[in-house]
C-alpha cells in the first residue's frame, strides 16, 4: 500500500496547522489508510497536544510514498520533484504561499503537484486566482475541533481570553484599554498553553477577542465559539466562512478605538444570564461544520481525487 506522509515543521510551539497535520494522519489512519507524519528530524513529535500518529523523519521517505507538503515548504517540495517522489501542496493558508520563493519557483512547484488541498473557501479563491492555471487541482478539506475537549462550563465568571501570537501590537493595545474600563472582568493571555489548558480557559470565559492577522481559517475562535463565547475581533479573512452573529462579532482591523466601542456592547450581551442558549444554534452549526464527520467527508474526497488521478493506488473508505 502506497503511504500517505504529511510533512509537519519540526517546531514544538502550540500552532493550529501543525495540529491539523497531525489529526489528518490519524483519520485516514482510522479510515485504513497507511498514513504518517514526517518530521525533519529523527525521533521529532509534538507534545503539546495529545496525538498518537505514527512519526517518521526525512530519512525514512520512500521512493512510492504520497506526501503532503505544507505550503510554507515549497524549496522541499522542489527537491521531492527533482527525486520523482509524487507530492501535494496542502495549503492551510494561502497567505503563506507567495512569500516562500519566487514566482517562477512557485508555479514550477504549484504545476508539478498532484494536488493541492486547500483548508477553506478563501484559500481555494486566492490560489485559484494567483495560480489560474492549476484551479482544477485545488480540492477542499476540512479540519475538526474536539467538541468534548472545547464546550463551555455552566457557570463561566466575567472573564475574557486572547491569543496575542498573531498581532501583538493590537492584542497589547486592546487588552490593557479594556482592562482599564473594565476593572470587574479578568483579562487573560492564553498564548504558550497545552491543548488541555487552552480549553480550560476558554470552557471558563464569556468573550474571547480574536486577533487573526492573514490566515486560511483560523482555529482559535472556533475552539473558543464552541466553549461558549462570544467572539469579537478579526476573521483573519479565512474565518468570514463561519463568522456569523450572535456568536462572532467584526471589529474593523486595525482600528483600535473601533474595538474597544464593540467591547461595550459585547460586554452586555455576554453578561446574559441566558447567553449559552442564545449561542446554542450557532454552536451546533459549527459542530456539524467542523466536527469529525465533515473532516471525514471533505478529506476522504479529497484524497480518492488524488488516488484517482496518479492510479495505483486503493482508494481510502468512505467516512461512516
Not at 501542496?89 to 497567505?95: P, S
Not at 467538541?147 to 466575567?158: C, S, V
Not at 450557532?282 to 476522504?300: F, P
Request: glycine residues 6%.
Amino acid at each position: 500500500m502506497t503511504r500517505i506522509v504529511y510533512v509537519s515543521p519540526d517546531s514544538n510551539s502550540p500552532t493550529g496547522g501543525i495540529k491539523v497535520i497531525y489529526k489528518h494522519v490519524e483519520l485516514l489512519r482510522r479510515l485504513g489508510a497507511d498514513a504518517y507524519v514526517m518530521h525533519i528530524k529523527p525521533g521529532y513529535r509534538c507534545d503539546w497536544f495529545e496525538n498518537s500518529a505514527p512519526i517518521i523523519s526525512l530519512g525514512e521517505l520512500q521512493q512510492t510514498d504520497l506526501v503532503m507538503v505544507p505550503e510554507i515548504m515549497t524549496i522541499l517540495a522542489t527537491q521531492l520533484h527533482g527525486m520523482g517522489i509524487r507530492y501535494c501542496m496542502f495549503v492551510q493558508n494561502g497567505y503563506l504561499v507567495l512569500p516562500t520563493a519566487p514566482m517562477p519557483e512557485l508555479q514550477a512547484c504549484y504545476r508539478n503537484a498532484q494536488a493541492v488541498l486547500s483548508i477553506s473557501d478563501d484559500t481555494s479563491s486566492l490560489l485559484s486566482a494567483v495560480f489560474p492555471e492549476i484551479s482544477d487541482k485545488v480540492l477542499r478539506c476540512k479540519y475538526s475541533v474536539d467538541t468534548e475537549r472545547f464546550k463551555p462550563l455552566a457557570d463561566k465568571p466575567r472573564k475574557v481570553t486572547y491569543m496575542p501570537r498573531k498581532l501583538p501590537i493590537h492584542a497589547n493595545n486592546v487588552a490593557p484599554w479594556l482592562a482599564k474600563e473594565f476593572p470587574d472582568w479578568e483579562f487573560r493571555a492564553i498564548h504558550g498553553m497545552s491543548e488541555a489548558q487552552v480549553a480550560a480557559e476558554l470552557a471558563s470565559s464569556r468573550v474571547f477577542l480574536a486577533f487573526s492577522d492573514f490566515e486560511g481559517c483560523p482555529v482559535p475562535p472556533i475552539e473558543a465559539a464552541l466553549s461558549g463565547n462570544v467572539v469579537l475581533g478579526y476573521p483573519g479573512w479565512g474565518g468570514r466562512e463561519y463568522w456569523d452573529e450572535p456568536n462572532f462579532r467584526v471589529a474593523d482591523f486595525g482600528d483600535i478605538r473601533d474595538f474597544v466601542r464593540k467591547f461595550y456592547e459585547v460586554a452586555a450581551f455576554a453578561s446574559r444570564p441566558d447567553l449559552q442558549a442564545v449561542l446554542a444554534p450557532g454552536m451546533a452549526r459549527l459542530k456539524a461544520d467542523y466536527g469529525l464527520q465533515a473532516e471525514a467527508n471533505t478529506l476522504v474526497a479529497a484524497i480518492n481525487a488524488v488516488i484517482a488521478r496518479i492510479g495505483g493506488i486503493a482508494k481510502v473508505n468512505p467516512a461512516s
